[in-house]
């Protein structure tokens, strides 16, 4: 799909990725580029492209009402997300039904309310922002891990039946990246504009799937045999986090 004269939905457009993602798509000539999220007010409007939209993703009647009013909508990109750092068996609820509610079933609601709207624009594109923990559980995140893990398996469902009316589908996994969701995490991190712009190439180019950085290539390389390739190594920096308290 070319993003030039798109017209565009992204969720969580206010920061991070999301705002790294308005900005490359105004960058690549799109028409129009609604950015949702939860207050409106606080998407930066910096060029007359941008409309702000409020949306929460986590309400289906919301949704549905955003999907009946943006009936030119041709792109969306499903960024909006939640993260919360908790181990198994101190893990809460509470925690979980948000990130599985806002990661994982929004992702359905968004979908079921957009399909009707791109195939009528012509079949479209919907892009995922899923994450390298959709590959393998993270005991240091693991609801998070959970519902990407979900959303990863419902994208690529979901790929095989929108192809049948001409959707686009792509998922887009990346490992930390450098936004305030990852602020307190000590690691190497990927610059939200990095993100972005690999997953538009990826859109343009066609492609079903990006894997962002190596860190994320090498996870999903090793999934054939992931309880060698890849758990020891999960298993080795659990305990050293145990042990740093």
């Known amino acids: ?22 900005t490359e798509l105004l960058a690549r000539g799109a028409a129009t580029v609604y950015a949702g999220a939860r207050n409106a007010d606080s998407v930066e409007v910096s060029d007359p492209r941008i409309v702000p ?24 990109i499903n960024n909006a997300g939640v993260m919360t750092a908790n ?17 994982y079933l929004a992702l359905i609601s968004m979908t079921s309310a957009f399909a009707p709207v791109l195939v009528r624009n012509g079949g479209g594109a919907f892009v995922n922002m899923l994450s390298v ?41 990346v490992g930390y990246v450098d936004t305030d969701m990852a602020e307190s995490i000590d690691a190497d991190k990927v610059a939200p504009d990095v ?39 999960v298993a080795k920096n659990f305990a050293a986090m145990v042990a740093n308290g």
Do not use: C
């Open 195 to 233: 993100v972005a712009s690999a997953a538009l190439d990826a859109l343009e180019a066609g492609r079903s799937e990006v894997l962002v950085d190596d860190f994320t290539r090498n996870i999903k390389a090793g999934l054939s045999d992931d309880q060698n390739l890849i758990y020891p190594q």
């Open 133 to 173: 923990v959709s590959f393998v559980g993270t005991p240091w995140m693991t609801t998070y891990s959970a519902s990407k893990a979900a959303a990863w398996n419902y994208t690529n469902s979901a790929r095989v039946q929108l192809a049948n009316q001409g959707t686009e589908v792509l998922g887009v996994h």
């Open 87 to 103: 181990v198994p068996l101190q893990a809460s609820l509470l925690e979980a039904r948000s990130q599985i509610e806002t990661n």
């Open 1 to 22: 799909m070319q993003i030039e004269g798109a017209v565009v939905l992204v969720t969580g457009a206010n920061r991070g990725i999301g705002s790294a993602y308005v």
């Open 53 to 76: 939209v409020a949306l929460d993703v986590t309400d289906p009647e919301r949704v549905s009402a955003v999907a009946a009013e943006l009936s030119d909508v041709s792109l969306v």
